[in-house]
């Protein structure tokens, strides 16, 4: 099953599905040595998502900036690697999507309670654009906010549920997107949490 509401944006409905226990447990591993928690912003303001990272490097937030760090700030390690068996899923997601050759050096985990929401922003602190994006959705559903390439262009609406995984490249890779405060569930799997992964190469 696969859609296809923009061009350069593909959404494979249920394409992790029978990766999901595997994923689940590699992510309780990843965030217990890189435990979820709130950034603050540049402005101040503390993000309503709980946030870890893996990979060669991991985006962090802080009053200084937003930026990539080879460290977690709050552990002064290295991030956790990201599980060998990842990165065949997203590659052959990417490339059903028309992307050759994705191969991430960074997954963001972001971990929804009921009522966190992610604001509309673009993903821009990457180095080389050509490069998409590739998103994995676990538990309570969202409403995804597909917007264009300015804030006040007119935005679309995706429910992004279990299993669901999601592309985005060429002309959409810097496309304003969000997710709307998070409604209150339980999930058989995740309990009250959504968890989204996001693959990216911060490096070029
Ligand atoms: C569209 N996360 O971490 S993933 C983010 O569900 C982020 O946690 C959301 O946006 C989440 O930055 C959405 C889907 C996604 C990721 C990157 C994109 C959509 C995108 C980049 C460009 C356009
Ligand atoms: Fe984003």
Redo the contacts with the bound molecule.
Sequence with gaps: RQEKPEEG?VLLRQFARANVADMLQDIHQITEKSPFRHMLTPGGYTMS?STSSCGTIGWISDRKSYRYSPYDPETGDHWPVIPPSWYLLVHQAAHLAGFWDFVPDTC?I?R?APGNQ?SL???KDEEDFNVP?V?V?FGLA?T?F?GGMTRSSKVQRLL?THGDV?V?GGP????Y???APVRTGHHPVTGPYRI?L?FRRALG
């Design positions: 944006v998502v963001l972001n929804y992610l922003h673009q993903d994006i998103s959705s969202a995804f597909l992004l999601l985005f959409s890779r810097l496309r997107h969000g997710i989204n996001t």
